[in-house]
């Protein structure tokens, strides 16, 4: 079945800038999403479609692709981004959505 | 902005069989696709299926063939997820959310809106 690699964990200091990859075959040809999750809540859309920003989401949070890896980036990150990160996407074909095993992001 | 809220926890047996409801805030609930997602303890997201509220149609992740069942009634705006003959690995946070895209196209398979989550705990 189709995976989407994340790597496990990021730390980084406050005002830093926050990078978490995301690897698949597919991601050429399938759009990537972006979630947050904060412990006893549910996800949050923070990126769209590789690189959209829903309303409500801070300018902070960018997403870019090259290839078979996305990238979520998180400029200027704060004590309030700590948090799991989850990318998405779908399988070649788009029609079954697969996760990523999820990033801890930890602001030191 | 719409809300989607789901019904409470619940424990169960293992063999058993849960429900759990999502009822949509807003009378667009047919215009969009909603999904099922599931979190054991821990862990990751794992997608379950997707139902078109605007016909009922189902496709669900091939793990789940024959023991999930997603259905919908338009006249409460509610989507319902059944899973059967239920095991400890099925303990689990269970979200609906909401596809990116109306259900006049073919799905996105994002999802922008969260239901709060309903626990079920399989335990004998």
């Known amino acids: 079945s189709y995976e989407l690699t994340q790597p496990p964990s990021v730390s980084v200091s406050p005002g830093q800038t926050a990078r978490i990859t995301c690897s698949g075959d597919a991601l050429p040809d399938q759009y990537a999403y972006w979630y947050h999750q904060k412990p006893g809540q549910a996800p949050v859309m923070l990126i769209y479609k590789d690189s959209e920003r829903p309303s409500g989401i801070p300018e902070r949070f960018s997403g870019s692709t090259s290839g078979t890896i996305v990238t979520l980036t998180i400029s200027g990150v704060q004590a309030e981004d700590e948090a799991d990160y989850y990318c998405?996407?779908?399988?070649?074909?788009?029609?079954?959505?697969?996760f990523g095993g999820g990033t801890k992001l930890t602001v030191l | 902005q719409v809300q989607l809220v789901q019904s409470g926890a619940e424990v169960k047996k293992p063999g058993a069989s849960v429900r759990v409801s999502c009822k949509a805030s807003t009378n667009t609930f047919t215009n969009y696709y909603m999904h099922w997602v599931r979190q054991a303890p821990g862990h990751g997201l794992e997608w379950m299926g997707i139902i078109n509220p605007n016909g009922g149609s189902t496709n669900y992740a091939q793990k789940f063939q024959g023991r999930v069942s997603m259905t919908r009634d338009t006249s409460t705006s509610t989507v319902y997820m059944e899973l059967s003959s239920l095991r400890s690995e099925d303990t689990a946070m269970y979200y609906c959310?909401?596809?990116?895209?109306?259900?006049?196209?073919?799905?996105?398979?994002?999802?922008?809106?969260w239901g709060q989550g309903t626990m079920v705990i399989v335990s004998s």
């Open positions: 959310a909401r596809d990116l895209e109306m259900a006049t196209t073919r799905p996105r398979h994002a999802f922008d809106i």
């Open positions: 998405q996407s779908a399988d070649s074909s788009g029609t079954y959505p697969v």
